[in-house]
Each structure stands twice: as C-alpha cells, then as structure tokens.
C-alpha cells in the first residue's frame, strides 16, 4: 500500500524556522505532485507550495519568498524549509502527493496524516 508520512512540525517562536518532510512509500511508479496544503483556524484549506515532476514551483502569495519546496526524487521525498515564521502561519500542514502506484493504470490521490505547525507571537 502506499503512505505519505510527514514530520517535522512543532511549536516555534516568531521569526523560527521549522522544516516539514513527506515520505511516500509503497510501490510507486513516478510522483506527479507534492506539495502542502495548510488548514488555519477558521480558513479554508488552502495550498501553501506544491511541485511538479518536471521541478515547477508555486507558492501561496504569503509564504513567497520565506518557504521552499524542495524533493528527493530517489527518496521519494518531499521537503518544505520555511523561514521568518509569522503567527498566521500557525495551522495543520498536509502533504499531498499525485502519484502513479505500480497497482493502476491511473493516477491517485494520496494526503498524509497532517502536522500541527504553531507559532507564538
């Protein structure tokens, strides 16, 4: 079966750095997409900074220039560095991964279990 596992959440001072990971495992043919998408208290869900297979990069207006997406392809393994962190920062962070498992001939859709991110004003 595959699983996308993240770590690296936590409590953090204003102007902390924290780096979030997420492992896909499992018999995975090729990783499409991996990216995070971050749950607020009262927001929607809503995508922080997410990549494609060919190293494409989009990151919500808030986070440019603070956060980095990067990824381990022989890892399978997707990381977000993120820098200066600010009170509204603070929610769930989820990884996502848009994946072609060796079982389908179809892409799926695979979410991790979400790490908590709060930082203190």
């Known amino acids: 079966q595959v699983q996308l596992v993240e770590s690296g959440g936590g409590l953090v001072q204003a102007g902390g750095s924290l780096r979030l990971s997420c492992a896909a495992s499992?018999?995975?043919?090729?990783?499409?997409?991996m990216g995070w998408f971050r749950q607020a208290p009262g927001e929607q869900r809503e995508l922080v900074a997410g990549?494609?297979?060919?190293?494409?990069?989009n990151y919500a207006d808030s986070v440019k220039g603070r956060f980095t997406i990067s990824r381990d392809n022989a890892a399978n393994t997707a990381y977000l560095t993120m820098n200066n962190l600010k009170p509204e920062d603070t929610g769930v962070y989820y990884c996502k991964a848009v994946l072609r498992p060796r079982s389908s001939p179809y892409d799926s859709i695979y979410w991790g279990q979400g790490t908590q991110v709060s930082v203190s004003s």
């Open positions: 990549m494609l297979i060919g190293g494409s990069t």
């Open positions: 499992g018999n995975i043919i090729r990783i499409n997409f």
